[in-house]
């Protein structure tokens, strides 16, 4: 499926596609085998909307992307309040591992460009377990503060010379959305994807909640309790928020009898 005939609706001014993980997995394998030039895909929910409408320039960015998949429950909801058919959200740690199964299968090079050197140690340990045909071109951990201009051109040659097909991007957001757009023109690699703290998940290091407790749309609990201090404000100030202004704008659309 062609992105342009991908369905799509707007939350909150954010384009978000109507997209299950077969057609994501479809159209990364598509994009890295015609080699059309890179590309890139945000994964996020509503704290990722929110900052979209807190900083218009991040929301250009968001709907620049090449794909945008709705990763959390509360995109699934939007869309529900919309009359939309949204079956199942798409969880960037689902995406990251299946996309890596992907890429063991079709031989394609992965990157991962984000956290701790100890988290990415144990991401390849857990990767290399799961899948041993993975081929990892590379990664690196950037530091945690603005880069030099010489550091970010060292960090593009690094990338451009292992000859990743794929590069994850753990940086979180709005880090990761940001480096994407603005690095994707740089980059030699079919596609960029942004994951959040998927390689935390993903190595292990970091619990992630039971399917049927984000199928439910609870995993902001399970966040919280885990780390509180890293979550408080997405889950106190933007969840709320988020879901006054999703059903305000639903009842303005209903309103207007018109479903974008």
């Not at 109507?18 to 890179?38: N, P, Y």
């Not at 979180?172 to 030699?188: A, I, T």
């Not at 049927?212 to 889950?235: A, H, K, N, S």
Request: charged content about 25%.
């Amino acid at each position: 499926m062609v992105v342009d005939q991908i369905p799509s609706f707007l939350v909150l001014g954010v384009r978000v596609h109507l997209v299950q993980m077969s057609q994501v997995l479809k159209t990364i394998e598509r994009w890295v085998d015609q080699r059309g030039g890179c590309r890139y895909i945000v994964a996020t929910q509503m704290h990722g909307i929110m900052e979209a409408r807190r900083d218009l320039g991040f929301k250009e960015i968001l709907n620049s992307a090449d794909l945008f998949v709705p990763d959390g429950f509360s995109l699934t909801l939007a869309a529900r309040l919309r009359g939309i058919s949204l079956k199942k959200r798409v969880p960037g740690p689902d995406l990251c591992l299946e996309g890596c199964r992907l890429a063991a299968e079709r031989g394609y090079r992965v990157f991962f460009y984000g956290d701790t050197e100890e988290t990415l140690e144990a991401l390849v340990t857990s990767l290399k377990d799961r899948f041993p045909d993975l081929e990892i071109a590379g990664v690196h951990s950037p530091p945690f503060r603005p880069l030099t201009e010489e550091e970010d051109a060292q960090e593009i040659t690094l990338i451009n010379d292992s000859g990743a097909d794929i590069v994850w991007v753990g940086l979180g957001l709005p880090k990761q959305e940001r480096w994407m757009f603005e690095h994707r023109e740089k980059l030699n690699a079919q596609v960029l994807i942004g994951v959040g703290a998927a390689f935390k998940f993903m190595s292990g290091q970091v619990r992630r909640a039971p399917p049927w407790v984000g199928d439910r749309g609870f995993e902001w609990l399970w966040r919280f309790i885990q780390e509180p201090r890293r979550v408080w404000r997405r889950v106190m100030v933007d969840g709320p928020h988020f879901l006054i202004c999703v059903a305000l704008e639903s009842l303005d659309s209903r309103k207007r009898g018109n479903t974008q």
